[in-house]
T-cell receptor, first 113, second 115 residues
Framework: GDSVTQMEGPVTLSEEAFLTINCTYT??????LFWYVQYPGEGLQLLLK?????DKGSNKGFEATYRKETTSFHLEKGSVQVSDSAVYFC????????????FGSGTRLQVQP | EAGVVQSPRYKIIEKKQPVAFWCNPI?????LYWYRQNLGQGPELLIR????????DSQLPKDRFSAERLKGVDSTLKIQPAELGDSAVYLC?????FGEGEKLFFGSGTQLSVL
């Protein structure tokens, strides 16, 4: 079945550091890919998405590019802030089969001032 | 605009007891989802509704879990009887429809502890 693999956390960075969280997806065909974020005490919310190869999703300074060759969707931000501390989930929605959103296990980011 | 509302926020029960979770989706959203999130894991889909019809319940343990979405608006997820392994966060989400790239809106979840 479909699966999402993302780097384990926690990731601890100092403010203004560069962030990369790796994500790869295994599926039949080419799925839509998403990054969701969960801030402390809040529900999951969509951060960005890409629906086809070479698309770049961006929001709040975060970016991710859908790489077709590796079905990767790595999340990046050039300069993180303390307010970015949260758990980040990579997810995919396959265009075939069951078509259920498949989530990775999440990566906790801690940004220190 | 109100988001997805879930209640209760926390629930602690003894094993073999019944428990129910309630969800009110965003107004106008036809698709409603129930997910289960185990500690340290990503959410896993239990059931998806299109209006009042359950169109994907293949991962719902039907021997003990049941769900309903009467009138195609709010929904209830029930477990009877609960087992220790059911301890998790139960998330409700909604979307306007179901399609490629569709954005899901999640509630804050119900954290269930089975003792």
């Amino acid at each position: 079945g479909d699966s999402v693999t993302q780097m384990e956390g926690p990731v601890t960075l100092s403010e203004e550091a560069f962030l990369t969280i790796n994500c790869t997806y295994t599926a039949t065909g080419y799925p839509s890919l998403f990054w969701y974020v969960q801030y402390p005490g809040e529900g999951l919310q969509l951060l960005l998405k890409a629906t086809k190869a070479d698309d770049k999703g961006s929001n709040k300074g975060f970016e991710a590019t859908y790489r077709k060759e590796t079905t990767s969707f790595h999340l990046e931000k050039g300069s993180v802030q303390v307010s970015d501390s949260a758990v980040y989930f990579c997810a995919g929605l396959s265009g075939t089969g069951r078509r259920a959103l498949t989530f990775g296990s999440g990566t906790r980011l801690q940004v220190q001032p | 605009e109100a988001g997805v509302v879930q209640s209760p926020r926390y629930k602690i029960i003894e094993k073999k007891q019944p428990v129910a979770f309630w969800c009110n989706p965003i107004s106008g959203h036809n698709t409603l989802y129930w997910y289960r999130q185990n500690l340290g894991q990503g959410p896993e889909l239990l059931i998806r509704y299109e209006n009042e019809e359950a169109v994907d319940d293949s991962q719902l343990p039907k021997d003990r879990f049941s769900a309903e979405r009467l009138k195609g608006v709010d929904s209830t997820l029930k477990i009877q009887p609960a087992e220790l392994g059911d301890s998790a966060v139960y998330l409700c989400a909604s979307s306007q429809s179901f399609g490629e790239g569709e954005k899901l809106f999640f509630g804050s979840g119900t954290q269930l502890s089975v003792l």
